[in-house]
């Protein structure tokens, strides 16, 4: 790992089908000289997460996901905030910042505005993202800034030694809680999808194969991408998702959501998700409906209703829960639309000169 340097010019050009944004996120970022490899992206630095930490699996699914992209590891930056989860940049061979407590996307955000030539990568924690770093969370989802931020969700502040957070369940016992949290908790894919998020998606650290299918699609995605991962701290918050990784019952709660399919699920497929008439989505038997009741899963729909309606699904007890990418709309991305308005600005005004700028107008010198 080392610091940033600095300059660039602005992506752009779309797919025009109002969905996916096809490869724009990428086109600017230079392509590695020579075909990479998984230790390509692994740097010498002793790795100080607890031995079978979720965070082990979620580093090797990126690092051997990356070389499928073939992008210079130059042009490539993990910026991440602080936690145990935040750790990740000293562990990637690729640019990176270990930064303050909740401000990665600020900084991201800089940094994937001025610089379209790289691929920007944001690691946060849920105390990260959602306690101290919630606001700049929601405005660079807003914002639709090009970055893809990696939300890891182990429902614990971790690195502090487990004291309950904003994704814990309600009546989470910790040392900050001894009776009980009082606080519900946020779901953090309702609130991407309410703060106007335009790829939305949930994945898990121990399902390397979907882990990696969600990352691609996020890498390129132009715009905010944001990818929660459930992770287990098996420290603090030992089983927090066993369910969804338990054999004999996963496949009966996990809904695996795909654009363009119909949301059928089950260890049989015998299960599927019909929309109420108040826009919720109810568990049906397969056998028991006509074809056409069933759900069709529609992430490119720019209303986002159906995503935020299934991202209401998950409860506490695991009884069905969505995976997937729930939501991926094209809109303009800010590093756009900046990098456009200071063209037009420079061809209406001229280049312009910062130091007569500062010295212009009502100035004045003190003594
Ligand atoms: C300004 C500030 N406030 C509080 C802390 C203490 N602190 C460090 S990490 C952390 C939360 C970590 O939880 P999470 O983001 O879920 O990451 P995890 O360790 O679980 O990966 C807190 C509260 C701090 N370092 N700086
Ligand atoms: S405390 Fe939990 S999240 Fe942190 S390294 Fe250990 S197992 Fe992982
Ligand atoms: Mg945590």
């Known amino acids: 790992m080392s610091d940033n340097g600095a300059t660039g010019a602005n992506g752009n050009g779309s797919n025009g089908n109002g969905a996916a944004g096809g490869r724009r996120a990428l086109a600017l970022v230079p392509k590695a000289d020579a075909p990479q490899k998984m230790k390509d992206f692994k740097t010498d630095q002793e790795v100080r997460w607890c031995p079978g930490c979720g965070d082990y699996a979620i580093l090797a699914a990126v690092q051997s996901f990356l070389p499928e992209l073939g992008l210079r590891r130059e042009n490539i930056t993990f910026v991440s905030g602080i936690g145990c989860s935040s750790r990740f940049p000293y562990y990637m061979n690729t640019y990176g910042f270990h930064s303050i407590h909740g401000r990665a996307p600020a900084i991201a955000t800089g940094l994937a505005s001025s610089r379209p030539d790289l691929s920007v990568w944001v690691v946060t924690g849920d105390g990260d993202a959602l306690s101290i770093g919630g606001n700049h969370l929601i405005h660079a989802l807003r914002r639709n800034v090009n970055l893809k931020i990696l939300l890891f969700n182990n429902r614990i502040y971790g690195l502090t030694k487990g004291q309950y957070s904003p994704t814990s369940e309600l009546g989470k016992i910790t040392k900050s809680t001894?009776?009980?949290?009082?606080?519900?908790?946020?779901?953090?894919?309702?609130?991407?999808?309410?703060?106007?998020?335009?790829?939305?998606?949930?994945?898990?650290?121990?399902?390397?194969?979907?882990?990696?299918?969600?990352?691609?699609?996020?890498?390129?995605?132009?715009?905010?991408?944001?990818?929660?991962?459930?992770?287990?701290?098996?420290?603090?918050?030992?089983?927090?998702?066993?369910?969804?990784?338990?054999?004999?019952?996963?496949?009966?709660?996990?809904?695996?959501?795909?654009?363009?399919?119909?949301?059928?699920?089950?260890?049989?497929?015998?299960?599927?998700?019909?929309?109420?008439?108040?826009?919720?989505?109810?568990?049906?038997?397969?056998?028991?409906?006509?074809?056409?009741?069933?759900?069709?899963?529609?992430?490119?729909?720019?209303?986002?209703?159906?995503?935020?309606?299934?991202?209401?699904?998950?409860?506490?007890?695991?009884?069905?829960?969505?995976?997937?990418?729930?939501?991926?709309?094209?809109?303009?991305s800010y590093d756009e639309l900046m990098s456009a308005q200071v063209e037009e600005a420079i061809r209406t005004q001229g280049k312009g000169d910062l130091a007569a700028l500062l010295s212009s107008g009502d100035t004045w010198r003190v003594d």
């Open 178 to 332: 001894p009776m009980g949290s009082l606080d519900a908790p946020f779901n953090p894919i309702s609130l991407a999808i309410g703060a106007e998020g335009s790829f939305v998606a949930r994945t898990i650290d121990s399902d390397r194969k979907h882990l990696q299918s969600v990352l691609r699609a996020a890498a390129e995605h132009q715009g905010t991408a944001l990818v929660e991962i459930y992770q287990n701290c098996n420290i603090f918050n030992d089983g927090a998702f066993e369910p969804l990784k338990d054999a004999s019952v996963r496949d009966d709660i996990t809904v695996r959501l795909e654009h363009g399919e119909p949301i059928v699920f089950g260890s049989e497929r015998q299960k599927a998700l019909r929309r109420t008439p108040n826009g919720s989505f109810e568990v049906v038997n397969v056998a028991d409906v006509d074809p056409s009741e069933i759900a069709v899963h529609d992430a490119h729909n720019p209303d986002p209703s159906q995503a935020f309606a299934l991202s209401r699904l998950d409860s506490p007890a695991f009884e069905h829960t969505p995976i997937g990418i729930f939501r991926q709309v094209e809109r303009p």
